[in-house]
């Protein structure tokens, strides 16, 4: 993980079409991921994400607690995403992912990489990570692999 962000918070967009619970699986069906998002306030959002693993027919569950925001580059948007449940800088890292919305509450998420011998992770402040991607933002390397998330349709009471 990234000891810093793409960008400071007060950089960050809305974007509440992500708000609600997302799910995700493998091509193997072992393994799931819930993906539930709530809005925090103006520019943030908190999400839990919940794996599911199938181990001999017993499932485990990991859930990770999240701090997020967004951020626009060219167009592209990018989810910082901050791991917040420790109080220790070192474990309160960054992780990076490009995202965007299609139609039947579809949403597409790719991690951002290192391109050639340029770490993402090495960056020591938000500026020239901020540039660095500017930069390398239509470079397919970029990007890790795609997964595919759909959205749970909300039951009215």
Request: no cysteine.
């Amino acid at each position: 993980g990234s000891r810093v962000p793409i960008a400071p918070v007060d950089q960050a967009i809305e974007d509440d079409r992500l708000v609600g619970v997302w799910w995700a699986t493998d091509s193997t069906a072992n393994e799931s991921i819930e993906l539930i998002i709530y809005k925090f306030n103006e520019k943030e959002y908190s999400m839990e994400m919940r794996e599911k693993k199938l181990n001999a027919g017993k499932a485990d569950k990991d859930t990770l607690h999240l701090r997020a925001y967004i951020v626009d580059i060219k167009g592209k948007r990018f989810i910082n995403v901050q791991m917040i449940e420790s109080l220790e800088a070192e474990d309160r890292l960054f992780f990076f992912f490009n995202y965007s919305l299609e139609q039947n509450n579809r949403m597409l998420i790719r991690p951002l990489e290192d391109v050639g011998n340029v770490r993402i992770d090495d960056f020591t402040d938000s500026k020239s990570l901020y540039a660095f991607i500017e930069q390398q933002v239509d470079n397919d390397s970029l990007y890790g692999e795609t997964s595919f998330f759909f959205k749970q349709e909300m039951k009215k009471p």
